[in-house]
């Protein structure tokens, strides 16, 4: 598990117009919105990457750099942008297995044929611009994801009130 203000774990990934993101190289103004998924096959992650996708100019605006990420392959996650419409919303591929367990990710089977033999359950990361966690919310399943209009409402209410990241001890 990751405590908030440590350090993350590195982070670099290909993503699916043939660039690569790497976390430590990203600049943002005050955070990094790392959207873990499960994959094609969820229709939940369907809708919070079209929720991701429509919010964001309201997480640019408040100095938040987003990227959606999941064990897919490139094939399935350029349908995933296809047929979601995800826009130009950054979609990361290919996470490893074991960089999913150092994220702290769960890790679930296949128990679908539309379902890939292994992936990551969801997760929900924001990093400081520093690299030190200051929230994360991640999930065995995939129904109750923290709403995204929530966080961008808590991200408002952390720099009004200059709010501590909590849970580190």
Known sequence: MIKPNTQVPELEIDLINDTKWKLSAQKPEKYTLIVFYRGLHCPVCKKQLQDLTSKTEDFKSRGVNIIAISMDT??????????????????????????????????????????????????????????????SSVQTMPFARPELDA?????????????????GK
Request: glycine share 8%; proline share 5%; net charge negative.
């Open 74 to 135: 490139h094939k399935r996650a350029n349908l995933s942008q296809e047929k979601w419409e995800t826009g130009n919303l950054p979609i990361g591929y290919a996470l490893s297995e074991e960089k999913a367990r150092e994220w702290g990710l769960y890790i679930s089977n296949a128990v679908k044929d539309a379902e890939p033999d292994v992936f990551s359950e969801p997760g929900i990361f924001l990093v400081k611009a520093d690299g030190t966690l200051y929230f």
């Open 151 to 167: 966080i961008l409402k808590s991200i408002d209410f952390v720099e009004k009130e200059n709010y501590p990241a909590r849970g």
